[in-house]
């Protein structure tokens, strides 16, 4: 059973960071690639960034390239995401991805508000 939990999330003015955890429970064992995504207020999901297991590839929304890393620890247990220079338009809950074995997990979800 995959589960996901994300941390890190929260008010931050406009130009801030913020470093999002996303902790995965499990056998990495069939862990294709882990990454973010995000909903704002009456939007759909979209992608933010990915990291890929087999060669650590990253990849990033356009929006968010330059300001935004994602990193993982060596045991592929965490996924990090740094946020900087945050916008006002960044404001979302932030969701975690697992894709293993063909099957997308999602964490619960993670509050950032960024303020102007």
């Known amino acids: 059973q995959v589960q996901l939990v994300e941390s890190g999330g929260g008010l931050v003015q406009a130009g801030g960071s913020l470093r999002l955890s996303c902790a995965a429970s499990?056998?990495?064992?069939?862990?294709?690639?882990m990454g973010w995504y995000r909903q704002a207020p009456g939007k759909e999901r979209e992608f933010v960034a990915a990291?890929?297991?087999?060669?650590?590839?990253?990849f990033y929304a356009d929006s968010v390239k330059g300001r935004f890393t994602i990193s993982r620890d060596n045991a592929w247990n965490t996924v990090y995401l740094q946020m900087n220079s945050l916008k006002p338009e960044d404001t979302a809950i932030y969701y975690c991805?697992?894709?293993?074995?063909?099957?997308?997990?999602w964490g619960q979800g993670t509050q950032v508000t960024v303020s102007s």
């Open positions: 991805n697992q894709v293993k074995f063909g099957t997308d997990y």
């Open positions: 499990g056998r990495t064992f069939g862990v294709v690639r």
């Open positions: 990291i890929t297991r087999s060669d650590d590839r990253t």
